[in-house]
């Protein structure tokens, strides 16, 4: 364990070293930021909108007491939304769909050599290949979370008043309930955090495959188990640290 | 020239490579023989870079590679050019984007000329209209084609050869060696071909090492190889059918 954090943290280190032409990233960040983040767009839009409306449901469901407003059931459904379930929820599915997406597309070029063909050429693979991952995801999977939040909201919106548990007027006001701004920044902090963790957990999987085919698919189960426990992790820390 | 000086690798407590020593001329076809798991491919990995030796340096043109800085490193290795077994074109890109490759990272060359030097190697490599084509489509004498028109397209001064020929037909094969026989004497290239082909070995090496268990055996040219004393060498060659039939219609002659 502490030989792969260390080994983990020497290839974070190596990113940096030797680094390519400031344009070469930037082309690649771009085209990166297609693959990881607009293509996440349809995944992220169905889980969040279920997420929000299944939220919306249960909530209403379990708020049987006369004596709190209804409202409350759209203040619960956005501290949820916000603080857990669009940053960490989508951070799951984000490491399903793009972590091992990019375990595997590194495995994959590490066994057929063409890693070594950009190491061999005197360009930093690692830096070449990952860190516009990396920049790409962080720019990126922040976006998306926000996107996440407002579609969750509108999924509670959508099966709370279309199933007659609230009234618009009174879904709208619980989401204007005691808002607080500082849990926008929690969320967006956590995203950007998130979207770092399973992007160099998994092109670290992905960068050191050795072997075949399987171990390709290895790398990619690997790199999906090892971000949501990373994730999980740095959930619990920031929630005791900044709450 | 490449000069390797007693150089030595293990991997845990498993020793590939023991004490080897040799020079590697310009402007010829140097082989490196052995069967397979006889740690050719980890000489050559050695000399590139891709693997660091345990001792014993690898010297590029009086350079010393292996302990040089990172800035000397980065340098030879932009010097070098590697075909590597499957071709190793990036799957992303398509023929023309991966020959560009090279020129994109390590030079400052405008557009136009980049794309004038990657069609003259591709015409060279005989791949004139798969500019537009995606590695997937090729078969794999065109991926090696296309990986050797990489290798070159920067006016490498090396030129390294993993296993040109594994998978080819007979004749792609052919193809592929005289390709490189070419392209080694046309640019006054120190090419190093990994091989255990010893049709290739005959149609193109010109200087030879043999290796066997992590030792270099035997040293010597394509001329030399089919009279020489090392008994294990002799067994290597003429385990090759064609080889021994070859041989005893010379000796009945």
Not at chain 2, 56 to 80: H, P, Y
Request: net charge negative; proline share 3%; hydrophobic share 45%.
């Amino acid at each position: 364990m502490i030989r792969a954090v260390g080994r983990y943290t020497l290839f974070l280190k190596s990113m940096f070293v030797n680094r390519e032409s400031f344009a070469t990233y930037v082309k690649r960040v771009f085209s990166e930021c297609v693959s990881i983040g607009i293509d996440s767009i349809l995944i992220v839009f169905l889980v969040s909108i279920f997420i929000g409306a299944v939220t919306g449901i249960q909530t209403a469901y379990n708020m049987t007491y006369p004596l709190v407003p209804r409202s409350v059931v759209a203040f619960i459904v956005r501290e949820m939304d916000l603080l857990e379930l669009a940053p960490t929820f989508t951070a799951i599915v984000f490491a399903g769909k793009v972590g091992s997406s990019i375990a595997s597309e590194l495995g994959t070029m590490r066994i057929t050599e063409q890693v070594d063909a950009i190491d061999v050429m005197g360009v930093n693979s690692a830096s070449y290949l990952v860190l516009p991952k990396i920049l790409a995801s962080m720019i990126t999977y922040p976006v998306l979370v926000i996107y996440a939040i407002g579609l969750g909201l509108f999924g509670g919106y959508l099966a709370t008043t279309l199933t007659g548990e609230l009234t618009p007027v009174e879904y709208i006001s619980g989401l204007r309930l005691d808002f607080k701004m500082y849990n926008v920044f929690f969320a967006l902090l956590k995203s950007f955090i998130f979207a770092f963790l399973i992007s160099s957990i998994s092109s670290f999987m992905g960068y050191f495959t050795r072997g075949g085919a399987l171990e390709v698919g290895v790398a990619s189960t690997s790199a999906v188990t090892n971000s949501c426990i990373a994730i999980l992790c740095a959930d619990y820390l920031l929630a005791q640290l900044l709450l | 020239m490449i000069e390797v000086n007693n150089l030595s690798k293990s991997f845990g407590r498993k020793q590939v490579l023991f004490d080897i020593s040799a020079r590697f001329m310009p402007g010829d076809v140097n082989m490196i023989i052995g069967a397979s798991g006889t740690g050719k491919s980890v000489l050559m990995k050695n000399i590139v870079g891709l693997v660091e030796p345990d001792e014993g340096n690898v010297v590029f043109d009086g350079r010393d590679f292996t302990n040089g800085d990172k800035q000397l490193k980065r340098q030879i290795r932009q010097e070098i050019g590697m075909l590597f077994q499957g071709g190793a074109l990036f799957d992303s890109q398509t023929v023309e984007q991966n020959v560009m490759f090279p020129l994109d990272m390590l030079t400052k060359m405008p557009m136009d000329e980049k794309l004038e030097r990657v069609n003259l190697m591709l015409a060279r490599v005989g791949l004139e209209n798969a500019n537009a084509k995606m590695p997937s489509e090729l078969s794999g004498g065109m991926k090696k084609r296309g990986g050797n028109a990489r290798a070159i397209v920067n006016n490498s001064r090396y030129l390294f050869c993993d296993e040109p020929n594994s998978g080819l037909d007979p004749q792609t094969s052919i193809l592929i060696d005289n390709l490189i026989s070419e392209i080694t004497e046309e640019f006054n290239i120190t090419t190093i071909v990994v091989s255990h082909d010893m049709n290739s070995v005959m149609n193109i090496g010109e200087n030879i090492i043999f290796i066997r268990e992590g030792k270099k055996l035997w040293e010597g040219t394509n001329k030399e190889i089919m009279s020489a004393s090392s008994k294990d060498l002799q067994e290597f060659i003429f385990a090759n059918s064609l080889v021994q039939a070859l041989k005893d219609k010379e000796e009945n002659q």
